[in-house]
């Protein structure tokens, strides 16, 4: 049970004062639903409203806190804006409204009275004046206005003074709670305890004081690495004393296997399955990760996996992101096992009822060997029979909570992960907690390279030109539409446009589109167009990155291709070069390319190697970016910025070990602390985990 010492943080921010309905909504869009969540959403800088200059010194851009006298108000006539013309006696200005009411300037300015505006000083051709200003108050009030205001993310619809009004509300149902740090470390450290800093995380004097360095914002991304670390490794802890199973195997399956595949084996793959293999014949649990560039050839790694696990009487089961891509995965494997005595069934929320419940019978009778699966796998009425695998693929970009839930279906089945993002060790901490790692370091003999071409968006012309010829040979085009900074409705934009205009080139039957705005049936109908049917151009916003495999698509146009990290564009370019005809990816850039971005696309054009790219663009762009980046696959801390404060979750991660090594149970009183720390970040079901939980 949780503390009743949180309830306040947890109610919904539709219980603070001033919000109702209609606020609530935007701020659950915002931050969350709850208190709590505000607590969370930090300042990312500072207005310093404290400057007074004389209005004949301000400068243009200044922000300016000036008491003024009224002294008349002109109204607007057709699109001419009203003026206010105010002075003191250092000078007089304007204050200047765009579609103003005439009651409403009235009132606020009544005529020879002084008043308190705070706003952004211009000079418009010598003309001196403040347009909309934050601030008009009656001088009595002039304290209502603060001399450092703390600017934070908003969503349209939500004034910016709300939601500051409402972070405050929220700071004061913040209890005082007992300290989960220990105690040297916070000496040492000179971080102020968890009440104090958050006072100090959204009262900043200085935009300094809004980065990730400062101490306030140090120790709450220490907190909050601290509960997932000791989520991770509760859980972890529970499923080991569960313990796993040992999966040993004759080798017949896979030898049969092997024998008929029509290529060899890469040395890296034999030694990755020899790892794995490894592990699942020991009584612990698996946790693996495999690693690997696009096209390495995990799936067959993982495979051979699965294999070992049916020879030694167990089920495996592999999850893929979407429906579309459990059925290729199911007719691929069937194809590549055909022969084998297995049976490979297939898992989604879109089978009819039937075709359900015949799935749902075959895994829990044991006469389904492979699953193949999506999310709908982990629904109540999904039994396995002897689950003894989990493969996942990274795509799915599981959480800590969700892993959570997973370990309460109560089974332990070995985990083996498969990522293409060759993202630092320190950092999958944070989702997998401690794993094995094996690479992939080779690539399947006989690969071509993929001719990849930087072509300038002014000869647009032509690319159209290629995309009609590629398509008329019975060949697939993917085109990738802009990422226009972080808003999903422009690329929208982007993506709809190039698809109209593509119709008109193409034919409509020709082409597809799909975004992340789509209804998840409507993409995979549009998808499917793609991948099974005639549409030979899909048009998409980055979703198509999750991993879709249509081999017949040999040509691949990135629009504004300086725009992605180049991670994401070598992930993009892997979704061609899949069969034994040439491919090409084309690289449409800006004119206006930076030396970065130019330095960036030359790599793209001259390298092959995924980790090759990933290490240059870190040292390119800097981690910041890499990693800040919403494609990057790591998991969304509010506070904590891991591009800065991996040191922190080092230390999280040994202090964790201390922990749990002298408190399993968290029933010390820095332990019971502790459980305070995972009921805030919400990590109630690691402390069921626990004895008294
Ligand atoms: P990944 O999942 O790592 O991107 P896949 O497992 O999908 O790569 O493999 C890509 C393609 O390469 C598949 O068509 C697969 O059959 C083929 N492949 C895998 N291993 C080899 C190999 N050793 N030699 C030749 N082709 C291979
Ligand atoms: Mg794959």
Not at 63 to 89: C, D, F, Y
Not at 295 to 308: C, D, E, I
Not at 515 to 535: D, I
Not at 540 to 553: F, K, M, N, Q, Y
């Amino acid at each position: 049970m949780r503390p009743s010492l949180l309830d306040p943080l947890f109610a919904s921010t539709q219980s603070l004062k001033g919000i109702g309905p209609r606020f609530g909504v935007f701020i659950a869009k915002l931050c969350g639903p709850l208190v709590v969540d505000l607590l969370w959403h930090k300042p990312f800088r500072v207005i310093d409203r404290s400057a007074a200059p004389a209005i004949m010194r301000a400068l243009p851009g200044q922000t300016v806190t000036l008491e003024v006298t009224v002294e008349t108000i002109q109204m607007g006539k057709h699109s001419q804006p009203s003026r206010v013309r105010v002075s003191n006696a250092t000078g007089f200005m304007d204050i200047v409204y765009f579609k103003a009411h005439e009651a409403t300037l009235e009132k606020q300015f009544p005529v020879g009275e002084t008043i308190v505006v705070s706003g952004t000083f211009d000079d418009f051709n010598g003309k001196k004046q403040i347009t909309h200003p934050d601030y008009v108050l009656p001088l009595s009030r002039k304290d209502e206005i603060p001399k450092v205001e703390p600017i934070y993310n908003l969503t349209a619809g939500l004034p910016s003074k709300s939601l500051r009004k409402t972070i405050a509300l929220a700071l004061q149902c913040a209890p005082e709670l007992p300290e989960w740090i220990d105690a040297d470390y916070l000496k040492k450290q000179n971080w102020p305890i968890w009440h104090k800093a958050l006072q100090t995380l959204h009262n900043p004097r200085s935009d300094v004081e809004c980065t990730s360095q400062n101490p306030a914002r140090c120790r709450l991304a220490y907190d909050e690495l601290l509960a997932n670390q000791l989520a991770l490794a509760l859980t972890r802890e529970k499923t080991r004393v569960l313990k796993g199973h040992a999966l040993i195997g004759d080798g017949n399956l896979q030898k049969q296997f092997l024998t008929q595949l029509p290529f060899e084996l890469t040395n890296s793959q034999k030694e990755a399955i020899k790892e794995i293999a490894g592990d699942m014949q020991h009584g612990n649990r698996m946790l693996r990760m495999l690693q690997g560039d696009v096209g390495s050839g995990k799936t067959l790694v993982a495979l051979m996996a699965m294999l070992q696990a049916v020879e030694a009487d167990a089920q495996s089961c592999l999850m893929v992101p979407t429906e579309l891509l459990a059925q290729q995965h199911f007719a691929s494997l069937s194809k590549i096992t055909a022969g084998l005595p297995i049976t490979i069934t297939l898992l989604h929320s879109k089978l009819n009822a039937a075709a359900r419940r015949e799935a749902l019978e075959a895994m829990g009778s044991g006469t389904a060997h492979i699953i193949i699966g999506t999310h709908a796998v982990f629904q109540d009425d999904v039994h396995f029979h002897n689950l003894g695998l989990i493969v996942i693929d990274e795509q799915h970009r599981f959480g800590v909570h969700q892993r959570l839930a997973l370990s309460e279906k109560g089974t332990t089945p070995d985990l083996l992960v498969m990522t293409a993002t060759p993202i630092p060790r320190t950092l999958t901490l944070t989702t997998y907690g401690d794993m094995e790692v094996s690479k992939l370091t080779e690539k399947p003999a006989g690969r071509r390279m993929i001719d990849t071409r930087t072509i300038s968006l002014s000869r647009m012309d032509e690319v159209v030109d290629a995309v009609a010829r590629k398509i008329k040979t019975g060949e697939k085009a993917y085109w990738v539409c802009p990422l226009v900074e972080e808003s999903e409705l422009i690329d929208l934009a982007a993506a709809t446009e190039r698809h109209a205009m593509m119709k008109l080139h193409l034919g409509e039957e020709n082409v597809a589109l799909v975004h992340g705005q789509m209804k998840s049936l409507m993409r995979e109908q549009e998808m499917e167009r793609f991948a099974k049917g005639n549409a030979g151009l899909l048009i998409a916003t980055t979703v198509i990155e999750v991993g879709v495999d249509v081999p017949e698509a040999t040509l691949m146009v990135i629009e504004h291709a300086e725009r992605f990290g180049l991670a994401q564009l070598h992930q993009l370019r892997g979704r061609v070069g899949r069969n034994d005809k040439p491919s090409t990816c084309l690289l449409l850039f800006s004119d206006k390319l930076g030396e970065v971005a130019k330095a960036r696309l030359k790599m793209m054009r001259e390298t092959d190697d995924g980790f090759k790219i990933a290490e240059e663009d870190l040292r390119l762009r800097g981690p910041g970016e890499v990693l800040g980046s919403r494609q990057s696959g790591l998991p969304d801390f509010k506070i904590a910025d891991l591009s800065t404060h991996q040191e922190l979750l080092q230390t999280a991660r040994d202090d964790t070990k201390l922990i749990l090594h002298k408190d399993p149970d968290l029933e010390t009183p820095r332990g019971k602390a502790l459980r305070h720390l995972l009921y805030l970040f919400q990590y109630d079901k690691a402390i069921k985990t626990l004895r008294s939980g």
